[in-house]
């Protein structure tokens, strides 16, 4: 009778919501699934450039880089898949705390990084000149300076002159290579109706005086024109901050909830 009495009053007072439990099962799922996936990609990088000699042109080799965030991901989707599955009230507070603890990290991060944009500046532009010495070194390096400066319409961190930085592109009068004084030929001004481009649009370039310049390449340095980008673009750039933030917010969010929920349910069969 007192075991009916219990059930009774178990399933009079079930506090925990269905749809928030899902809901936080499978959002936590896809992310998941995602996590898996970049950690592939990591390791497939890690592998293919395992003896690439453009890793010291990186504080930190990019292949490590998606492994350690797949792996981080998927601890705390984990956690948050099994939790809100399985009522689990440690694994929800471990996947609340851990998604806290990201989002107050990428918080900080972007908080210093406007308040000391002069060393973020500078920090970027060691990068980039590390960038350009190994352009010719990998392939992959290549194609996403390349893609930047098309897409920019710009020419090196402050102007098309550091491309000097490189060996093959240095104005030294002992560099023995063909494109000596020259710039690549993403730095060069899109032609209208081309349909063969000319990679040797840049040859030479780093010799002309500056009206000859402008006629050829784009002479502004991509650290004026990201600024310029960010500037003309803030709805874009402010929509995908909130894009990245939501997610985290609305994860904190549900589990706080349902952790709630669950033990208001302990306490009421109890």
């Known amino acids: 009778m007192d075991r009916k009495h219990n059930l009774d009053r ?12 899902y809901f936080l099962f499978f959002f936590s799922f896809l992310f998941w699934v995602f996590s898996l996936l970049i950690v592939a990609i990591g390791v497939y990088a890690k592998v293919q450039k395992a003896t690439d000699t453009v890793q010291e042109a990186f504080l930190i080799e990019p292949s490590a880089i ?20 399985r009522e689990n009230i440690d694994l929800l507070k471990t996947f609340s705390f851990s998604l806290t603890l990201v989002f107050l990290t990428q918080l900080l991060i972007a908080i210093l990084a406007f308040f000391y944009s002069e060393q973020t500046h500078d920090n970027l532009g060691r990068f980039v000149k590390k960038g350009i010495k ?13 893609s930047i400066q098309k ?4 020419c090196g961190w402050n102007n098309y002159t550091d491309w000097s930085w490189n060996m093959y592109f240095n104005c030294t009068e002992n560099n023995p290579s063909t494109e000596r004084c020259a710039v690549p030929f993403s730095c060069c001004a899109s032609v209208p109706k081309e349909t063969v481009v000319n990679t040797l649009c840049g040859a030479g370039v780093q010799n002309l005086d500056h009206l000859e310049v402008d006629k050829s390449i784009y002479p502004v340095g991509c650290a004026d024109r990201a600024v310029s980008w960010i500037e003309s673009h803030l709805l874009l750039v402010g929509a995908l901050a909130l894009g990245l933030a939501l997610p985290q917010i609305a994860g904190i969010v549900l589990s706080q909830i349902l952790i709630s929920q669950i033990r208001e349910e302990i306490t009421s069969v109890s």
């Open 66 to 85: 998606l492994i350690l965030v797949g792996v981080v991901m998927f601890f705390i989707t984990f956690c948050g898949c099994i939790g809100a599955l």
């Open 10 to 21: 178990a399933e009079t007072f079930t506090f925990v919501n269905p749809c928030i439990r």
């Open 151 to 154: 897409e920019l319409q710009c």
């Open 134 to 146: 190994h352009y010719k070194d990998d392939l992959d390096l290549q194609n996403m300076m390349d």
